[in-house]
């Protein structure tokens, strides 16, 4: 049995009919024991690929690739009534389960592990043309979906979870892979209705060959609510709609988005592209509500294709930022997000669950995870440090990526936070800083009020408005035996070493850095 549907971009060359430009191949064995199967793919993309040599696989475990279950695997309520998934297979029989008409309703799956799926073919949880729906809670329990694969372009309502209605997806992410649907796809979950998403992300590749496409959720509707939640990845349709968060969005629903996130390419046909996709305001198919509050993404927030009404929409706190300004945004996210620490996001905010960093009793530091945890502790205002002292215990390289200060970084002129322990680099050095926000009050230190001292900054560059140095952007404190050769530019109070000063020491310092600015710049302070 062969299925498929192509992208309506696919070419079609002589003597193929209109379906062979992506095709699916569907074999059934039914009491076998032993069978050997030799498949040839020839997949023509563009014109370019006809001349390129035709692909060689082998894979000796071909089962692996199958969404069969051993027949062995049991799913079963322990004591408390909750369903356990402990591996791969048993996901695969929750998924079966729910595709035979289990809804789950009043029940809870719990995940108890991360699962790595290998490119293993992946049944939808409901939906994909079943008329089955999950109305229980999945509880991620703080676990990933690692390398998903679902490939179901002529079945709609297609996602790790296909169709979820009145159902609660809590504290799980889907770590990497690849989703291919039809209508109504996305990576997290295809449709749903009167749900709630919380602590949730994906980071799957979602590729709809009609439209209503999303990272989260590709189709929403009734009264759902999406809570401090993200998508990092892109998002492309060959219809209309493709969303970050959410896709469309159905007429009479009730809609609140909060803390929420998005970031990576959207492409559909008809320009409704955001990280909110889609929906009506007007007098046809108009939605009851929607609420959008304190969300950051590097696309529109809203699609331009949607009509303001006020009388319907409330947008509030959200910002559109850069690449580089997301990196420091989990601070204005909110508690349930943390800076980054291990780049294992790119650098974008991870959910606080995400993040395995720590500080070590000495408080000597020695990665770049453990200055990065500094600083989201300084900004976030958990603790300005003071009355500790913290050491380098060897040279540290930032490697280009994006930095976000140890207090300061703001994106208005005013201060909230700052550093108010004892920093001793010890003689160490911090190599390849980049700060490229623009934002104000920025430096290694963006605000520092306590002592800094044996430290170098030895390369880097910051990029401001005002209130900058390569050092610190604005000393109140100590700072003695410490250098900086990062560049630094930007508008006002722009200094090689500090950019505004107040009652600052500074002894036994120098700067070798290129110094740019407008107005009020110096070699070691801009201004005081």
């Known amino acids: 049995q062969m299925s498929a549907k192509p992208l309506t971009s696919s070419p079609s060359p002589s003597e193929q009919n209109a379906n062979a430009g992506y095709r699916k191949l569907v074999i059934k064995l039914t009491n076998t024991t032993k069978a050997s199967i030799n498949v040839v793919f020839t997949p023509v993309l563009s014109d370019g690929d006809k001349g390129k040599a035709l692909p060689n696989y082998s894979n000796a475990n071909a089962g692996a690739l199958l ?14 009534g909750v369903y356990e998934i402990y591996d791969v297979e048993q996901l695969c029989l929750f998924s079966q389960m729910v595709y035979a008409g289990e809804t789950f309703s009043g029940k809870t799956v719990r995940l108890m592990g991360d699962i790595d799926m290998k490119g293993r073919s992946f049944l939808p949880i409901g939906g994909n043309g079943s ?16 390398n998903l694969f679902v490939f179901e372009p002529s079945g709609e309502r297609v996602g790790f979870f296909g169709h979820c209605n009145g159902a609660t997806v809590q504290n799980f992410g889907i770590e990497s892979g690849t989703v291919f649907g039809n209508n109504a796809s996305a990576g997290l979950m295809g449709y749903g209705s009167s749900v709630t998403v919380q602590n949730c992300f994906n980071r799957a590749k979602v590729i709809s ?3 209503n496409a999303a990272g989260l959720v590709g189709q929403l509707g009734g009264s759902s609510t999406i809570l401090d939640s993200y998508n ?3 998002v492309k349709c060959d219809g209309a709609i493709a969303g970050g968060l959410v896709g469309y969005i159905n007429s009479n629903s009730k809609i609140t988005v909060e803390r929420c996130y998005h970031v990576g390419n959207l492409r559909d046909t008809a320009k409704k592209t955001g990280m909110i996709g889609f929906y009506n305001t007007g007098s046809t198919n108009p939605i009851a509500s929607i609420s959008v509050k304190n969300c950051r993404s590097t696309v529109a927030i809203k699609s331009s294709e949607i009509t303001a009404n006020s009388s319907l929409e409330s947008y509030s706190g959200n910002v559109k930022l850069t690449a580089a300004q997301l990196v420091s945004a989990a601070v204005d996210l909110g508690s349930a997000f943390i800076y980054d620490c291990e780049w294992e996001n790119d650098g974008y905010p991870v959910l606080s669950w995400q993040c395995d960093t720590t500080l070590p009793e000495d408080l000597v530091l020695t990665e770049p995870a ?5 600083a989201y502790m300084v900004c976030s205002g958990a603790t300005d440090f003071k009355g500790q002292t913290l050491y380098l215990g060897n040279d540290i390289d930032l490697d280009s990526r994006e930095w976000t ?8 002129d005013e201060n909230s936070t700052k550093f108010a322990g004892t920093f001793d680099g010890q003689g160490y050095s911090i190599s390849n800083m ?5 934002y104000y009050y920025l430096g290694f230190f963006g605000a520092a009020g306590g002592k800094i001292r044996n430290l170098g900054i030895c390369s880097g560059r910051v990029v401001a408005t005002n209130k900058a140095g390569g050092l610190v952007g604005s000393a109140s404190g100590t700072i003695s035996d410490c250098y900086s050769r990062a560049s630094v530019s930007g508008n006002n109070f722009i200094g090689g070493l500090v950019g505004m000063s107040g009652k600052t020491t500074v002894e036994n310092s120098y700067t070798a850095a290129i110094v740019t600015a407008t107005t009020r710049a110096g070699g070691i302070i801009g201004a005081y």
């Open 370 to 374: 453990q200055l990065r945890l500094v």
């Open 232 to 234: 990092h990845a892109d």
């Open 131 to 146: 008329g089955t729906d999950f109305r229980g809670t999945f509880d991620g329990n703080h676990h990933v979906v690692k």
């Open 67 to 80: 969404q069969a279950y051993a027949s062995r695997t049991t799913l079963s309520p322990n004591a408390e």
């Open 209 to 211: 060959y009609e439209g």
């Open 405 to 412: 200060p140890i207090g300061g970084n703001n994106d208005v």
């Open 434 to 438: 980049s700060i490229t926000t623009g």
